[in-house]
C-alpha cells in the first residue's frame, strides 16, 4: 500500500490561529479524504479532496473553517482556522487504493491540542 | 440515517482464547465490510476486508459476513496482549466511496 506521511504529527496552538497540517503521499492517488477523531470517538470524514476540484465537504464541516488545498496526485493540506479548544482532535488523512477492491488507507494523524 | 453499530466494551479476553467482534449495519445495500486495528495515539490500521457472504480467514483472523442478518464480525483466535486495541468497522453502500464507521469495540487481552 502507499507510504503515507503527516506532518505535523501534534501541536498546540492558541485559540484563535490556525494551523495547516500536510498529507504526502509516494505515489498517485486520485481521491484524498480529511478525517477527523475527538477524543473517544470514531472518525468522523471532514471532507473529499480531488486535484482539480474543489474540495467536497460533508455536513457540520465548512470550506471556511477547513480549507483544503489539493495542488496535485500526491499532496494535500487542510487547515484548521480560527481554532478554538473545540478543535481539540486528530486529524486524519486517507488515501483510496484498489487492492482486491477499494481501501482506505491513513496517514500516521496529527494531534491538535487548543488551549 | 446509515448506522453502523458496535459494542463500546471493553472486552476483555484472556490470552490464548479466542475474541469475538460484532457490527450490526442499517443499509442493506451495503457491499464492502472492513475492520481496522485502531493502537492508543495512532491512526486506523486495516486489517480485514470482505465482501460476500460467509468467512474471509487471514492468518488468527477470520471475519464473517451475514447479509440477510446485516451482521459482520471479526474472530481473532490465539489472542495475543498484542491484540489490544480499538476494533472499528466500517461499512460502504458502494454508491461512492464514502465509509460509515462504528464507534469500535476496546479490546483487552489479559496475560
Known amino acids: 500500500s502507499a507510504v503515507i506521511s503527516q506532518k505535523p504529527s501534534r501541536d498546540i496552538c492558541q485559540r484563535g490561529t490556525s494551523l495547516t497540517i500536510q498529507c504526502q503521499v509516494d505515489?498517485?492517488?486520485?481521491?484524498m479524504f480529511w478525517y477527523r477523531q475527538q477524543p473517544g470517538q470514531s472518525l468522523t470524514l471532514i471532507a473529499t479532496?480531488?486535484?482539480?476540484?474543489?474540495?467536497?465537504?460533508e455536513s457540520g464541516f465548512v470550506i471556511d473553517k477547513f480549507p483544503i488545498s489539493r495542488p496535485n496526485l500526491t499532496f494535500s493540506t487542510l487547515t484548521v482556522s480560527n481554532m478554538s479548544p473545540e478543535d481539540s482532535s486528530i486529524y486524519l488523512c486517507?488515501?483510496?487504493?484498489?487492492?482486491?477492491?477499494?481501501?482506505?488507507?491513513f496517514g500516521s494523524g496529527t494531534q491538535l491540542s487548543v488551549l | 440515517q446509515k448506522e453502523v453499530e458496535q459494542n463500546s466494551g471493553p472486552l476483555s479476553v484472556p490470552e490464548g482464547a479466542i475474541a469475538s467482534l460484532n457490527c450490526t449495519y442499517s443499509?442493506?445495500?451495503?457491499?464492502?465490510f472492513f475492520w481496522y486495528r485502531q493502537y492508543s495515539g495512532k491512526s486506523p490500521e486495516l486489517i480485514m476486508s470482505?465482501?460476500s457472504n460467509g468467512d474471509k480467514e487471514d492468518g488468527r483472523f477470520t471475519a464473517q459476513l451475514n447479509k440477510a442478518s446485516q451482521y459482520v464480525s471479526l474472530l481473532i483466535r490465539d489472542s495475543q496482549p498484542s491484540d489490544s486495541a480499538t476494533y472499528l468497522c466500517?461499512?460502504?453502500?458502494?454508491?461512492?466511496?464514502?465509509?460509515?464507521w462504528g464507534a469500535g469495540t476496546k479490546l483487552i487481552i489479559k496475560p
Open positions: 486517507s488515501v483510496e487504493e484498489s487492492l482486491g477492491g477499494e481501501k482506505l488507507f
Open positions: 505515489s498517485q492517488v486520485t481521491m
Open positions: 479532496a480531488n486535484q482539480g476540484s474543489e474540495a467536497t465537504y
Open positions: 443499509d442493506r445495500g451495503s457491499q464492502s
Open positions: 470482505i465482501y
Open positions: 466500517a461499512v460502504n453502500e458502494g454508491s461512492n466511496y464514502q465509509l460509515i
